[in-house]
């Protein structure tokens, strides 16, 4: 059990973001149940500071997100900067989008679909991973971030809000699509996430990740949500690097070091939109190897060695700009 709220850190985040809709470009919503609900890309422009507030609404306080220039190449493309130092906990337990929020009925008679991350899944931890991780917490409050293409309604609060034991008047979600200034600026936001359920895959012992630190470019927005699913991933498997500090022995690195970057999919070298397309719009025929940085380095700091694999692709990542 967490000592610190992590749901309270990331709801008062949200809140944050409601208290500035103007600064920001969002739009702040009080269901008629009392939950908070910010629009960061819907039915506004959003911004990129509101991507950063909710990355860092994912990390729930477990980590921070900065801007920083990634060069990749001859090129240099404005990027985000992640610095987690509690990475099991903020990472895979709070910023993974493992929450798949499906409703046939929304209570407006549609169905409703969006991908559900940050610390309520601690509360509702009922995806299979948890079964893992052994992160727990009990709060009064609950905060979600979801990607996705409609706004939630009070019926999608109450789903929620039941699911994590809290009052609908305690719940705060905010959300954006992926093809948004901040849809883009969170997922790149995961840069070190996604190094860290790729070794959660690969059977590394995740208690001996002490410090994760990642920087990955920002893609340009997209002209709809599905170029925009490609662009975002194609910014962390072609442009992403992740450095980890571990306490461990070094054959459990090397045991696995060479299999962490995307390079080591055989699916690598496709634009994500093309890998789309070349498997029907299936996301689970893509080989799961992919789904990783471009470039992983690995310091133990039990004997002081050092280990790198990978690289970035500064013309891949480039054509996936332009697509």
């Not at 990475?87 to 409703?112: H, V």
């Not at 992403?240 to 459990?252: F, L």
């Not at 070349?278 to 039990?302: E, H």
Request: aromatic share 8%; glycine share 10%; net charge negative.
């Amino acid at each position: 059990m967490f000592s610190t709220n992590l749901n309270e850190h990331s709801c008062g985040l949200i809140r944050f973001m409601a208290e500035r809709a103007d600064a920001l470009h969002v739009a702040a919503h009080t269901l008629s149940n009392g939950t908070t609900v910010v629009d960061a890309g819907l039915s506004v422009t959003g911004s990129l500071e509101a991507g950063r507030l909710m990355g860092e609404a994912c990390l729930a306080g477990c980590g921070t997100v900065g801007w920083s220039e990634v060069r990749l190449g001859d090129a240099v493309y404005p990027g985000v900067r992640v610095v987690v130092d509690r990475p099991k906990a903020g990472c895979m337990a709070s910023q993974y989008a493992g929450w798949a929020l499906s409703l046939d009925d929304d209570g407006t008679g549609s169905s409703y679909f969006a991908m559900g991350s940050g610390p309520a899944r601690m509360l509702y931890a009922h995806e299979p991973i948890f079964e893992h991780l052994g992160c727990s917490e009990t709060a009064d409050s609950a905060a979600i971030v979801l990607e996705g293409t409609s706004l939630p309604t009070e019926t999608v609060a109450e789903t929620v809000a039941t699911a994590c034991k809290v009052a609908p008047e305690n719940l705060c979600m905010v959300i954006a699509p992926t093809a948004s200034m901040a849809g883009s600026v969170q997922i790149s936001s995961r840069v070190v996430e996604t190094g860290m359920h790729k070794l959660h895959e690969l059977g590394f012992d995740l208690d001996a990740v002490v410090s994760g630190y990642g920087t990955c470019p920002i893609s340009p927005v997209a002209k709809n949500d599905l170029r925009g699913i490609g662009r975002t991933n194609d910014a962390v498997l072609y442009g992403g690097s992740v450095w980890y500090t571990v306490d461990c022995e070094d054959d459990a690195v090397e045991r696995v070091i060479d299999m962490v970057p995307s390079g080591s999919s055989k699916d690598y070298g496709t634009l994500f939109y093309d890998l789309f397309k070349r498997y029907d719009g299936d996301f689970y025929k893509i080989d799961p190897m992919l789904f990783s940085p471009a470039k992983v380095t690995v310091n133990n700091i039990r004997t002081g060695r050092v280990f790198s694999a990978g690289s970035v692709n500064g013309e891949l990542y480039a054509r996936s700009c332009e697509s």
